[in-house]
């Protein structure tokens, strides 16, 4: 293949409508990825705080789901979740069916991100602020979790990113995401190479992008919550 014949390939993917077809999916995979995120935030807190609170008989339902869960391909549970489920009279269309597979999928880690960041304060922080009077929730609410997001945050970012990567599964259910839209772009082009790098360079300044703003928010919530530590140590 000549450079010539390269350059024309990739031309040939922003002719006509494609660039506005490339920006749709974009849309479609950033819609779908948060869309997941809040259902994987939901359930995964649930998880979480029942497996720390050690619920009975909810603590170990919480961590066979959590095993189950990322014992199997994403692919599979996508499948299980739009293929599956009619069978049973659960008829879900594909958005509804990839959010749900790919929250609930991401709620196995984001309950350990969860579990793990609640649990690295130092018992004795806990301790000293029930001695002030502050009951479970007051003491979750000033204590724990303000220190305990300094960890979280980044794992959760981490988190996001991989569920916008995963989240060209999707395709297998007929979502017309970023990726389904680069192989319907090669079914009309026959440029396999330049329509995937197309798609990679697009993949990677998302991720970047996304990766940039989390570390900025992060060093920002740091500093605030050291500030106001530093605060209240000298009142």
């Known amino acids: 293949?000549?450079?010539?014949?390269?350059?024309?390939?990739?031309?040939?993917?922003?002719?006509?409508?494609?660039?506005?077809?490339?920006?749709?999916?974009?849309?479609?995979?950033?819609?779908?990825?948060?869309?997941?995120?809040?259902?994987?935030?939901?359930?995964?807190?649930?998880?979480?705080?029942?497996?720390?609170?050690?619920?009975?008989?909810?603590?170990?339902?919480?961590?066979?789901?959590?095993?189950?869960?990322?014992?199997?391909?994403?692919?599979?549970?996508?499948?299980?979740?739009?293929?599956?489920?009619?069978?049973?009279?659960?008829?879900l269309d594909a958005f509804p069916a990839a959010v749900l597979a790919l929250g609930l999928y991401s709620?196995?880690?984001?309950?350990?991100?969860?579990?793990?960041?609640?649990?690295?304060?130092?018992?004795?922080?806990?301790?000293?602020?029930r001695s002030?009077?502050?009951?479970?929730?007051?003491t979750l609410q000033s204590v724990i979790v303000p220190q305990a997001m300094m960890f979280i945050l980044p794992a959760l970012g981490n988190e996001f990113i991989s569920l916008i990567l995963g989240s060209s599964l999707a395709s297998a259910v007929t979502i017309t995401e970023l990726f389904r839209q680069g192989s319907l772009i090669i079914g009309a082009t026959y440029r396999q190479f330049e329509t995937y790098a197309v798609l990679a360079v697009v993949y990677f300044l998302i991720t970047f992008t996304l990766t940039r703003v989390i570390r900025f928010l992060e060093q920002r919530?740091?500093?605030?919550?050291?500030?106001?530590?530093?605060?209240?140590?000298?009142?």
């Not at 739009?82 to 069978?87: D, E, K, R, S």
């Not at 919530?221 to 009142?235: F, K, L, P, S």
């Open 107 to 129: 709620a196995a880690y984001i309950s350990e991100i969860v579990r793990g960041g609640l649990q690295s304060i130092p018992r004795g922080q806990v301790e000293a602020a």
């Open 132 to 138: 002030l009077g502050l009951n479970n929730m007051q």
């Open 221 to 235: 919530y740091t500093r605030g919550v050291r500030a106001e530590n530093q605060d209240r140590r000298v009142i």
């Open 1 to 91: 293949m000549t450079v010539s014949e390269l350059l024309q390939g990739f031309q040939s993917i922003f002719e006509g409508d494609r660039p506005q077809l490339l920006w749709t999916a974009t849309l479609m995979t950033l819609k779908v990825s948060l869309s997941a995120l809040g259902v994987g935030l939901i359930f995964g807190m649930l998880i979480a705080v029942v497996r720390l609170w050690r619920v009975p008989v909810l603590s170990q339902l919480g961590l066979a789901y959590v095993t189950f869960v990322r014992g199997i391909p994403l692919i599979v549970q996508l499948s299980v979740v739009y293929y599956g489920l009619p069978a049973v009279g659960v008829f």
